[in-house]
């Protein structure tokens, strides 16, 4: 058995292979976010998500005033301007995305899979992150593309090996 410490648990996870999102907000203006692959979905009536947020991020505080924001699923296709993105400072992440708003005013990435708009529900804290309930009051869903995903440290895309699941 593995010891239990916040580093081995971190490594653990990195096999938890997860799609890659932007979760964003406007502050004073200003389009603002952060990559996060701790989002889930809640429940579908009423739609609700939930994101996990560190409390050091510039997000956390962005979503806990604003009561806001915006999970942009990101496209494989997006991998490089997802690393650049994700390398920029905060001031200059959103000049790599082209994005739009939706319905809540938050930064939403364009040619994303998806992107889910949403009002904060509720939220709770969970050691040294926050995990928010966001209730999806915009939505908007592209026709085609395959998800950006984040495995063992790297991005990777999908492959798929078995696509029925119906039996
Ligand atoms: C692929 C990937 C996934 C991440 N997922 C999360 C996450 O789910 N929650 C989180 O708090 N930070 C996550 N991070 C870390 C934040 O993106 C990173 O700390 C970011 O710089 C925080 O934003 P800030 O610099 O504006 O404070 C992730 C980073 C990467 C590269």
Redesign the pocket.
Known sequence: MSEITSENFTNGMRHLA?A?NV?SAMVNGKP????????CSVCAAPPTLL????Q?????TSISEGKRFCVSVLNEQQHETATKF?KAD?DD?FNHFEWDTIATGAPAVRHALVNFDAELDTSFDAGT?TVFLGRVIGMRIADKGQSLI?NAGG?AGLRDVSSDLSN
């Open positions: 997860a890659v979760i603002r976010g952060m990559l996060a692959t701790a989002v994101v996990c947020i560190n050091t991020a510039e997000m956390y994700m905060r992440r992150h984040y991005f």
